[in-house]
C-alpha cells in the first residue's frame, strides 16, 4: 500500500515536471538566452560590420561619462512618473465612475470605449496621432483655436513633446488599469458599504476608509506594471516625436534601437540594455519591499 502510494506520488511529481518543461523551455530560450548573451556583448565593443572586441566596462563608462545619456536617464525617469501618476488617478476615476453607473447598456459602452484603445496596434494608431498633432492642420489645435487658443508645437517644443506623448499613452493604455481597477470594485464586499453607512459614514470617509484602502492591492499592481512598462517606452517616442526635438524626447529603449540598428553598434546597445534592466530591477524591488507598508487586504 505505502509503495503504491509513494509510486503515485512520484508519478504526480514527474507529470507536474513535464508539464511544467515547455514553459520552462520557452523561458530560458526567448528571455534566459537573450538575458545572457546581452550581458556578455556589453563587455565587448562589438560592432555588425566590424568584428567584435573585449573591452571590460568601457561601454559603461562612455555611456555615463555623456551628458547625453543623463538626459535620456531623466526623459525615462519623468515619462515615468507622469505616465504612473495620470494611470493611477484618471483611470481610478474613470473606474469608479464607471462602476456606479446603474444603467446597463450605457456602463458596457462607457467600458468598451475606455478598454479599447488598449487592444488597438500601437504603431498604427500613433501614426494617426502624429498627424493629429500637427501645428498647421492637426485636430488638437484646431479644437484650441475654436477656444480662441493659439496653437501649440506639439512636435517641435520640448515641453510640447512630453505633453503630446502623455496624451497618447495615457489615452492608449489607461484602459488595463481601468479594467484592474473596475475587477477591483466589485470584488469589494457590499457589506463594508453596509456597516458603514450603518455607522453614519459619508461618501468620502467611505471612500478613503473602505474603497481605497481594498483597492491598494489593485493600486501596488498597477504601479508596478506600469512602471516597468514605461521604463520601456519606445513606440510613443520612435514614431511620434522620433526622439526629438533634440534629445527632449529620447528614452532609454529608443537610444537602445538607435545605436543597436541605426549606428550598429551591438555592445554599446547591450549595455545601455543592462542598464535598463537594472533600474527597472531596483525599481521594482523597492516597490514590493515597501509593499507591507501600504497595502491592505482588509479594512480596519
Known amino acids: 500500500m505505502n509503495k503504491r502510494l509513494y509510486s503515485k506520488k512520484k508519478i504526480d511529481a514527474v507529470s507536474g515536471y513535464l508539464f511544467l518543461l515547455p514553459a520552462l523551455l520557452a523561458f530560458l530560450l526567448f528571455i534566459g538566452a537573450p538575458m545572457v548573451i546581452t550581458i556578455v556583448l556589453s563587455f565587448f565593443d562589438y560592432n555588425m560590420l566590424q568584428g567584435s572586441?573585449?573591452?571590460?566596462?568601457?561601454?559603461?563608462?562612455?555611456?555615463?561619462?555623456?551628458?547625453?545619456?543623463?538626459?535620456?536617464?531623466?526623459?525615462?525617469?519623468?515619462?515615468?512618473?507622469?505616465?504612473?501618476?495620470?494611470?493611477?488617478?484618471?483611470?481610478?476615476?474613470?473606474?469608479?465612475?464607471?462602476?456606479k453607473e446603474k444603467r446597463g447598456p450605457v456602463k458596457y459602452v462607457y467600458r468598451t470605449a475606455v478598454y479599447l484603445p488598449s487592444i488597438l496596434t500601437t504603431a498604427s494608431v500613433a501614426i494617426a496621432w502624429y498627424y493629429m498633432f500637427n501645428y498647421d492642420f492637426g485636430v488638437f489645435n484646431w479644437l484650441l483655436s475654436q477656444l480662441?487658443?493659439?496653437?501649440?508645437?506639439?512636435?517641435?517644443?520640448?515641453?510640447?513633446?512630453?505633453?503630446?506623448?502623455c496624451l497618447f499613452s495615457l489615452w492608449k493604455f489607461v484602459g488595463t488599469p481601468f479594467l484592474y481597477y473596475l475587477i477591483g470594485l466589485q470584488g469589494i464586499p457590499d457589506g463594508y458599504y453596509e456597516a458603514a453607512q450603518i455607522d453614519g459614514a459619508n461618501k468620502i470617509q467611505t471612500f478613503?476608509?473602505?474603497?481605497?484602502?481594498?483597492l491598494t492591492?489593485?493600486?501596488?499592481?498597477?504601479?508596478?506594471?506600469?512602471?516597468?512598462n514605461t521604463f520601456q517606452i519606445f513606440d510613443e517616442p520612435y514614431i511620434i516625436t522620433n526622439g526629438g526635438p533634440g534629445n527632449?524626447?529620447?528614452?532609454?529603449?529608443?537610444?537602445?534601437?538607435?545605436?543597436?540598428?541605426?549606428?550598429?553598434?551591438?555592445?554599446?546597445?547591450?549595455?545601455?540594455?543592462?542598464?535598463?534592466?537594472?533600474?527597472?530591477?531596483?525599481?521594482?524591488i523597492i516597490l514590493y519591499s515597501t509593499q507591507n507598508k501600504w497595502v491592505t487586504y482588509d479594512v480596519e
Open 217 to 228: 492591492p489593485t493600486l501596488f499592481f498597477v504601479i508596478t506594471i506600469t512602471t516597468i
Open 53 to 99: 572586441e573585449w573591452i571590460n566596462f568601457d561601454n559603461y563608462i562612455e555611456f555615463f561619462k555623456n551628458p547625453t545619456s543623463w538626459q535620456i536617464i531623466w526623459n525615462t525617469f519623468k515619462l515615468t512618473l507622469i505616465l504612473v501618476a495620470l494611470h493611477i488617478v484618471i483611470a481610478l476615476l474613470l473606474a469608479f465612475v464607471i462602476y
Open 248 to 284: 527632449a524626447s529620447r528614452t532609454l529603449a529608443l537610444h537602445v534601437y538607435e545605436k543597436a540598428f541605426k549606428a550598429y553598434e551591438m555592445g554599446y546597445a547591450s549595455s545601455v540594455s543592462v542598464v535598463l534592466f537594472i533600474i527597472v530591477l531596483v525599481i521594482t
Open 148 to 165: 480662441g487658443i493659439s496653437g501649440v508645437k506639439w512636435l517641435t517644443s520640448s515641453s510640447g513633446v512630453i505633453v503630446a506623448i
Open 208 to 214: 478613503f476608509h473602505i474603497t481605497l484602502p481594498m
